[in-house]
């Protein structure tokens, strides 16, 4: 085997005026540092946990959405709207997966059919294309597997893997020059003239001509660091089952009518990428935005959806549940239904550009808020094209997806192919590798499972995970007290049993 | 791409592909092949550092790797060969055998297969305990593997979720470990999950605490374990309001079942039963696809390695004589279950047996009952028990002068 190998340490951030600093490593912020890679200027990320993709941004449906949910002239709409219009070409460039594989809004009676004609009328009003109003008869057709009277079909709707499309923005970002910092929290912005002073929990202070505020539920706090602006974000979680892989059930993803006054699109059902399937998310207003823990209530809730809508999903195994936060805004009326996006520079401190309350469609909105944020910072000066950016990114090898003659072929090349470290999703010792072997430098096991698929089939690690830990102590000679989970404050050993 | 032609593959180096790979080559096979995906053979053994091996196969009390080093010699001694650190990723529907290692990927064409892959333990999100997702939560067999087979410390203060045998060898070893403290066993069933004597050397003597009818309830702190809520359970295994009580712990091993690992055996197109989520097997051992056999945990869960191995035995016979004699495919009956019985085994059995051995589990602990089984109308066996646990697997020899074609098994409740 070869000698030992560290992960490539982050560059040390220069002392100098950056022209960006970037707050938050959630698709958002990896969107804009990637947009902003595209011109000239410093850029630096600041992400106060250990990899991108860290909170909302690895929690949710990973639900590319047509569009049709939002009041039409709204920056929802229209960033959703125009952000799947784009994305296509982004993963082609960046190599990550997208599946578009529709979606249906389901309606049991006469009475939920008025919203689904009231939510194609909308999606009509915002330029969805690819929306038809069907009926039972045809629903089975399609989805023989599922209850329902009546449908609203979308056509272009599809589903990535958040963490992978996170993580792909950010690698090309880093590769054209764009840096990031983890494990240091911004608590801190004052501004000296026109440059602005960025303090970090680890006493580190970056300056910047302009800040980027991308902080997800702490976004709001984050631009109260600079000012007050009346902002508050009300934080709602949202929890989930993983089912065990399920081929042939459901192709498409099936939605309820989103529930009335609620916070959310309704408890719905989406197959990943891999053939799991999604079950929530439940809507709850809590007080602590950090809370992502999932309870017993709501479990209870999230399954009794199962019966009313696919019921031949209640003979399949669990494998894990999560929580995602919504960062919702409230409107000056106090209706918890509806507050749009807030993208723009801040009221009282000129370049500084808040985004706060970016919960859906964010993610399928990111590259279009990314666009609209380096429209913000053109509009008052000068971009210069960065004519050696480079928007590609190398396809990591996914060996499970190819055939045996490559496979062989692989091995041939490179024999780690050939040794198996995760048996449920067939990830290769070369994949892992990889994995830590990471651009950016991160490698809790969560870093590793969000890059390459160890960790998170059906035994949940249970054959992977020693294996991976293994290769940390010997090959990359991490101390055993230094294998986290994610952050550094969750690992996962004490010392050693004997020393 | 590599190819081979064998007569026989074993797939899985534990005790019962182990036995299995030694018992082919003494019924006549010279052409076996043994494939193991991990650097050692022995399978689970190896990390059982433990004793309690060997009583029923070499009459003494052997530890893990004691019990796997007998099983290797014999292998050693028939020559059979073996592939290490060889991973099966596909049995397709003609039996060919998908293997991949560092010289390449190699596909194995063989008359017949011996499954014998072993099983995974359940995990959190399969019991869906409620709260935070933290580091430190460990199935115990990976909290086994660190300690054994890595020497790294999981944590210091611990809680073990689950009574099984697993659950209370982790529990005393824990005890036995310096700077670590097993807090207490936990058991959401009215009754032990594993046997009595490992209660008395695992729990009792070490004085940890079980409590029974109690589970988890909520898993507290974000980023490593901090502590648990657990609840007594009501008689349908909810949790009780009002019996929360808070333990301060920073790590939880999970020792909540073990699932048969059958991933290959569906691909080969093997049918599984909703039973023992093993394959479906005749009394000869044999799948629902000819010339496929599965012996050891993948085909149901044992609580004694002994009896894996022994089934493994058994099945390499089997599969000699499948191999060099042939047999055409039979009519199969199915042997049916009734009150009382969770699985038994074999599910089906071969036109014209008159002899059989059948293995069954209780679904929970029973007192004063007798076990029936019956062919036809005419009573083949009958045993009265004061009492019967499930975590004991219970192996019956009948006989019968006609063929049994209409077995049946049940459980009658008897006086006192
Ligand atoms: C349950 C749920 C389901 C959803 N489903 C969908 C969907 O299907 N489709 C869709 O389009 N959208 C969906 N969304 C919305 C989408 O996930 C979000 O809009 C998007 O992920 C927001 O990304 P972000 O980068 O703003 O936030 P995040 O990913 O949370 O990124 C913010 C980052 O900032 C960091 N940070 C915070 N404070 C500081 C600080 N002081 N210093 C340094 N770093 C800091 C955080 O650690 C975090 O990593 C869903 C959201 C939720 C909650
Ligand atoms: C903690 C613990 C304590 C125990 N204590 C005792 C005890 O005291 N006494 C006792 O008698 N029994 C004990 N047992 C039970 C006993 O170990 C098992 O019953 C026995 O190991 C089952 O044997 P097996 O061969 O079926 O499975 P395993 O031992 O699991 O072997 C299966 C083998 O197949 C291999 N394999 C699987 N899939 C593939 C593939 N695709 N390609 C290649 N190889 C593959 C695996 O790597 C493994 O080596 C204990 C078990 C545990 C977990």
Sequence with gaps: MSEPRKTRPIPAPASSTHDFIIIGAGVIGCSIARELAKYHGDCLVIEKEDDVASEISKANSGVLHAGFYMPPNTLKAKTDVQGLAMFKKLSEELNFEMRTNEKLVVAMDEEELKHLEFLYEQGRKNGVKGLRLIEEQEIRSMEPNINGKYALHSLFSSIIKPYEFTIALAENACRNRVRFLFNEAVTRITRHDSTFHVGTSEGNTFLSRWVINCAGVHSDDVSRMAAETGYEIHPCKGEYYITD???????????????????????????????????????????D????????????????????????????????????????????????????????????????????????????????????????????????????????????????????????ELIQENEEYGIMVCRCETVTQAEIVNAIE??????????????????????????CTPRIVGLLLDRYGRKPQEIYKNNRKSNLFCGLIKD | MIRREVDVVVIGAGPA???????????????????????????????????????????????????????????????????????????????MVTVANTKGLIQIEAKAIILAMGCRERT???????????????????????????NLKPGKEVVILGSGDVGMIMARHVALEQGMHPVCVLEIMPFLGGLTRNKVQCLDDYDIPLHLSTTVTDIKGKHRLQGLTISKVDENLKPIKGTEQDIACDTLFLSVGLIPE??????????????????????????????????????????????????????????????????????????????????????????????????????????????LIKNGDVRLYQKKFTRILASEMQIVRVKSDRPLSDVTICLEKTDA
């Design chain 1, 245 to 287: 892989k399920v081929e042939g059930l459901i192709q498409r993803m099936i939605y309820p009518v989103p529930p009335k006054h609620g916070a959310g699109l309704g408890i719905h059902f989406t197959p990943t990428i891999e053939h799991n399937i999604l079950i929530g998310p439940s809507a709850q207003y809590i007080s």
């Design chain 1, 438 to 463: 990471n651009p950016l430098g991160v490698c809790s096991l969560d870093a590793v499972k969000r890059r390459c698929r160890s960790m998170m089939g059906r035994c949940q690690g249970g054959f």
């Design chain 2, 124 to 150: 959190r999100g399969a019991i869906e305990i409620p709260g935070f997702r933290p580091a430190g939560i460990f199935t115990a067999g990976v909290a086994q593997n660190f300690m054994n087979l890595k």
């Design chain 1, 289 to 408: 935005r950090t809370d992502t823990s999932n309870t017993a209530e709501t479990m209870k809730t999230l399954k009794t959806e199962i019966h009313k809508y696919i019921p031949g999903l209640a003979n399949i195994d669990f494998i894990r549940n999560y929580a995602g936060i919504r960062p919702k805004l409230i409107d000056g009326k106090g209706d918890r239904t509806f507050a749009d996006f807030v993208i723009e520079e801040n009221k009282k401190v000129d370049h500084l550009i808040d985004l706060i309350g970016i919960e859906s469609p964010g993610l399928t909105g990111a590259p279009a808020i990314a666009q609209m944020v380096v429209d913000i910072i053109g509009n008052k000066e000068d971009l210069k094209r960065n004519e050696a950016f480079d928007p590609h990114r190398e396809k990591p090898v996914v060996f499970a997806a190819l055939s045996c003659e490559q496979q062989a």
């Design chain 2, 262 to 371: 059958n991933e290959l055996s569906r691909k080969a197109g093997v049918a599984l039963s909703r039973g023992t989520r093993g394959a479906q097997v005749d009394n000869n051992h044999e799948t629902s696809v000819p010339g496929v056999f599965s012996a050891g945990n993948v085909l149901h869960i044992h609580d004694v390695a002994d009896y894996a191995s022994l089934e493994g035995y058994y099945v390499g016979e089997k599969a000699a004589e499948y191999v060099n004699k042939g047999w055409d495919q039979p009519k199969r009956f199915p042997i049916q279950a009734g009150n009382g019985i969770m699985y038994l085994l074999p599910q089906l059995i071969r036109e014209d047996c008159r002899e059989l051995e059948l293995k069954f589990r209780v679904k929970r602990p029973y007192e004063n009952v007798r076990v």
């Design chain 2, 17 to 95: 592909g182990l036995a299995a790979a030694v018992s082919t080559k003494r019924n006549g096979v010279d052409n076996v092949l043994l494939l193991e995906r991990n650097e050692f053979l022995g399978g689970i053994l190896l990390q059982c550092i433990h004793d309690g091996f060997g009583l029923h196969l070499y009459d003494r009390m052997l530890s893990g790797p004691q019990y796997a080093e007998r099983l290797i010699e014999d292998l050693e001694k028939e020559d059979v060969p073996c592939l290490l650190n060889s991973m099966v990723l596909d049995i397709d529907k003609n039996k």
